[in-house]
């Protein structure tokens, strides 16, 4: 399902991240999570089109990989490369099937990556991968739509999406329907919104400790440009969470 979807968007997915919710709460809060990266070593996980690999390289990380399971993501990362090398190597790759890799990493970033496993098991495949291709003590970050996200709140239009249920349920919890309002075509993904009990369960099982959940914030540029008022729905209920542990 994942591959399919993503196949079809290519490089217009930069675009999400130019919507006020991305630009203003998701981007800065997760640079801010991870924190400085300078001389470490970062592996993207479903990195879709580099932007979170280029922005690491950008900030002082010494050795970048991306991996996304879309040949066509890969495909735009590698020609943004091409047109403003910065060192970043990307490959197409499944997380639930990662290959052992030539070198153990620093930190590992998992943005929209464990809600698209199809199952417990495979979740927690991704999970054990991830966890034998960090140093000890390594870093894994993650970023996804908040496990108990309330649909009957106010919508999320004024901030570049809409958020649904489909209606269907899976193992892990419910599938959502995301769709981002950009111009001229809006873009729609389906995922799964997994139980918090879930990641957690799946992460201390292939080795994670220190499990701690992040919210997202409004920065400070995000409340100049549009005022406190503005972002008074989205604050009340994020879309998004974060959450960081320890290999």
């Keep these: 399902m994942s591959v399919q979807q993503y196949d079809r968007i290519g490089e ?73 090398p910065l060192g970043v190597r990307y490959e197409v790759g499944d997380v639930a099937r990662l290959r052992q890799l030539d070198r153990r990493f620093d930190i590992a970033l998992g943005v929209q990556c464990l809600n698209y496993a199809e199952d417990v098991a495979a979740m927690e495949r991704m999970c054990r991968n991830i966890h ?14 908040k496990p108990d996200y309330r649909f009957d709140c106010a919508s ?23 769709t981002a309002l950009l111009d001229p075509q809006p873009i729609s993904i389906v995922s799964t919104a997994p139980r918090r009990e879930v990641y957690e369960a ?20 995000g409340i100049r440009e549009f005022g406190e008022e503005f972002w008074a729905d989205v604050l009340a209920h994020l879309p998004l969470e974060m959450l960081r542990c320890r290999a």
Aim: hydrophobic residues 40%.
């Design 156 to 178: 999320l239009e004024a901030y570049g999406f809409r958020c649904e249920p489909t209606g269907e349920e899976t193992e892990t919890g419910p599938r959502v329907r995301v």
């Design 202 to 221: 799946c992460l201390r099982a292939s080795g994670f400790s220190a499990v701690e959940w992040v919210p997202l914030r409004v920065s400070e540029a």
């Design 12 to 84: 217009a997915f930069e675009g999400f991240k130019s919507l006020p919710l991305m630009r203003y709460g998701e981007v800065p809060s997760f640079l801010g999570m991870v924190g400085d990266v300078t001389g470490k070593s970062v592996l993207d996980l479903a990195c879709g089109t580099g932007f979170y690999s280029r922005e690491f390289k950008r900030r002082g990380a010494t050795n970048v990989f991306g991996v996304d399971i879309s040949a066509e993501m890969i495909a735009a990362a590698r020609e943004m490369e091409q047109r403003d």
């Design 132 to 145: 034998r291709s960090l140093v000890p003590g390594g870093e894994f970050f993650v970023l996804a739509q």
